[in-house]
């Protein structure tokens, strides 16, 4: 019997969830305390009927849909200038992970006097900024993978460096988020598959750090249950909204769960990301099993539960690790990171960035430059024996 799937939700922030409920956005500005919005899009969204009923909605808003994947700074920036020319209040993040991750930055950095980078999630840097020079957001997700409309950080590539990095500060987290699984549904299959094995990699990962955090663990196996159940429907039939809603739901809980720490596979996943530009989503499914398996030894317990929670056919590592495998095959994910253009060559400089990721410190078994870079070759060359640490 299917559920009504509609409801308001007030943790991690003021999430209104249900299909259709895209109608509530003016209310949503208003009772965030939006009077003029900026409305931050994709460039592959900003022509979309979505988006021109979203404008027409909204009183006083004007659009930005220069965003792209692997936002950087020049993104930030041009719509920093966008947002002051246009004499806004607050923003409209509306799309992917990059468009609700630089919608969350502008507003964050419309009252701010110091640059980007000093905003860098490192020690205490967040307490540089001004509290009260940070703009309200609504968030309006459109896949369900991210949970970017959930967290308090945005992942900003830095040109100059050619590295991303994690922008943080506890005030960057939506006011609302309107969590509506009609966006959802002209999703291509691939795009659905990427993002919900990222939503997946966020539980999976979060579940594996260490850390005394049970009610991260709570939502991390949720969300696996649900994405283990609805995520091949959402790739089936995109316009299954029950299986929608509840990868929207998902997406929200991995962010939701990885406040407690990410791990290895989002260690490398942003080098990878930085430098092949590669689906941020889609690099993490590819790397998951090579990650899983290097930590084996560490991860023996929660694998156990895991495989549980998702009543698999073979309890324990080994029977999750072959799910994995398969669930992965029938979403029609690549096993190796040289099937979606990664090669080797870099494989040092992506061992060493991938050690001073702030995601590295999150994973099970500590890790540093040398072990990344073994795990990333052995991702590269679709190798699982020899990589268990
Ligand atoms: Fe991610």
């Not at 999976?204 to 649900?226: I, Q």
Request: net charge neutral; aromatic share 6%; with cysteine.
């Amino acid at each position: 019997m299917s559920v009504k799937l509609r409801g308001n939700w007030n943790y991690p922030t003021t999430v209104w969830a249900g299909p259709g409920r895209i109608a509530e956005l003016a209310a949503a500005c208003a009772a965030a305390g939006i009077a003029r919005p900026l409305l931050v899009t994709d460039e592959g969204l900003k022509d979309a009927p979505m988006v021109r009923r979203a404008l027409a909605a909204l009183k006083d808003s004007t659009l930005f849909g220069a965003v792209r994947g692997n936002p950087t700074s020049s993104h930030v920036e041009a719509g920093l200038a966008a947002y002051r020319a246009g004499g806004h209040d607050g923003v409209v993040g509306f799309g992917g992970g990059s468009a609700l991750d630089v919608g969350k930055v502008i507003a964050f950095m419309s009252g701010q006097t110091r640059p980007l980078w000093d905003f860098e999630d490192i020690g205490d840097w967040w307490t540089r900024a001004d509290p009260q020079g940070i703009a309200p957001v609504v968030a309006v997700p459109t896949t369900a993978g991210t949970g970017s409309e959930v967290g308090r950080a945005a992942v900003i590539l830095n040109e100059e460096t050619h590295r991303k990095k994690i922008i943080f500060h506890p005030k960057m987290m939506p006011r609302i988020v309107i969590s509506d699984a009609e966006l959802s549904v002209g999703l291509p299959r691939a795009v659905t598959a990427a993002t919900g094995m990222d939503a997946f990699v966020h539980c999976f990962e979060a579940l594996c750090a260490p850390g005394f955090h049970p009610l991260a663990d709570g939502v991390a196996l949720e969300g696996m249950r649900l994405i283990h159940r609805y995520l091949p429907r959402a790739c089936k039939d995109g316009g299954d909204i029950e299986a929608r809603g509840y990868m929207l739901a998902a997406a929200s809980m991995g962010a939701t769960a990885f406040q407690k720490g990410l791990g290895g596979v989002h260690a490398i996943a942003h080098p990878v990301g930085s430098w092949f530009n590669t689906h941020h989503g889609l690099t993490n499914a590819v790397i998951l099993p090579y990650v899983m398996t290097f930590n084996r030894s560490a991860i023996l317990d929660k694998a156990e539960l895991i495989s549980r929670i998702l009543d698999l056919p073979v309890a324990g590592f080994d029977g999750l690790l072959a799910w994995v495998l398969e669930f992965r095959r029938e979403l029609g994910i690549p096993h190796t990171l040289a099937e979606i253009g990664v090669s080797s060559d870099k494989a040092e400089l992506i061992g060493r960035e991938a050690a001073i990721d702030p995601s590295a410190g999150g994973n099970p078994i500590p890790i540093d430059a040398a072990k990344l870079e073994r795990i990333f070759r052995a991702a590269i060359e679709g190798r699982l024996a020899g990589v268990a640490q």
